[in-house]
T-cell receptor
Framework: GAVVSQHPSRVICKSGTSVKIECRSL??????MFWYRQFPKQSLMLMATSNEGSKATYEQGVEKDKFLINHASLTLSTLTVTSAHPEDSSFYIC?????????????FGSGTRLTVV | SQQGEEDPQALSIQEGENATMNCSYK?????LQWYRQNSGRGLVHLILIRSNEREKHSGRLRVTLDTSKKSSSLLITASRAADTASYFCATASGYSTLTFGKGTMLLVSP
């Protein structure tokens, strides 16, 4: 089946630094990828929709200058958390669809646990 | 934004018992999907049911959808300790984004 690879799985960074998270579709092309954020024991909140070759679409309340998304190819989207602060500590998950139409599910990466100290 | 509400929020059962989780949503949908998440891991797609379907089976999983009540249920039969995880329903209104419910934490004790 479809596989989405997400790296790194865990990252600890100092406050004020930037962190890049990669999301790759390994065996399919994904024109659209999605980035979610999940706080402990809570559900996934969509942050932005990443579109290959164009600007990402951000959800209301998500700072586009803080969470930079680049979708430069059909198999790679990156999320960069800029000037990270402790409140950015969270679990970030990407996903992609491996087909079009209402009958297709989504494949998720394994997530990235970001800790800002 | 979230539109799904799962209940119960937490469910604790013994191995061999059945586990039923419910999900309600607010807007019209194209399909509804159920996902499983082990602690600290990504999500695994379990099953998708389209808006014109009422019931679907996959192994020990049975999903129902009632669009008139805007609700769905996930039944896991003959549960195993390995089924311990959080389960989320997610709705797709268009052909892009998913909206997740708050999830049910299932604990299956040996």
């Amino acid at each position: 089946g479809a596989v989405v690879s997400q790296h790194p799985s865990r990252v600890i960074c100092k406050s004020g630094t930037s962190v890049k998270i990669e999301c790759r579709s390994l065996d399919f092309q994904a024109t659209t990828m999605f980035w979610y954020r999940q706080f402990p024991k809570q559900s996934l909140m969509l942050m932005a929709t990443s579109n290959e070759g164009s600007k990402a679409t951000y959800e209301q309340g998500v700072e586009k200058d803080k969470f930079l998304i680049n979708h430069a190819s059909l198999t790679l989207s990156t999320l960069t958390v800029t000037s990270a602060h402790p409140e950015d500590s969270s679990f970030y998950i990407c996903s992609a669809r491996d087909g079009a139409g209402a009958g297709y599910g989504y494949t998720f990466g394994s997530g990235t646990r970001l800790t800002v100290v | 934004s979230q539109q799904g509400e799962e209940d119960p929020q937490a469910l604790s059962i013994q191995e061999g018992e059945n586990a039923t989780m419910n999900c309600s949503y607010k807007t019209s949908i194209n399909n509804l999907q159920w996902y499983r998440q082990n602690s600290g891991r990504g999500l695994v797609h379990l099953i998708l049911i389209r808006s014109n379907e009422r019931e679907k089976h996959s192994g020990r999983l049975r999903v129902t959808l009632d669009t008139s009540k805007k609700s769905s249920s996930l039944l896991i039969t003959a549960s195993r300790a390995a089924d311990t995880a959080s389960y989320f329903c997610a709705t797709a209104s268009g052909y892009s984004t998913l909206t997740f419910g708050k999830g049910t934490m299932l604990l299956v004790s040996p």
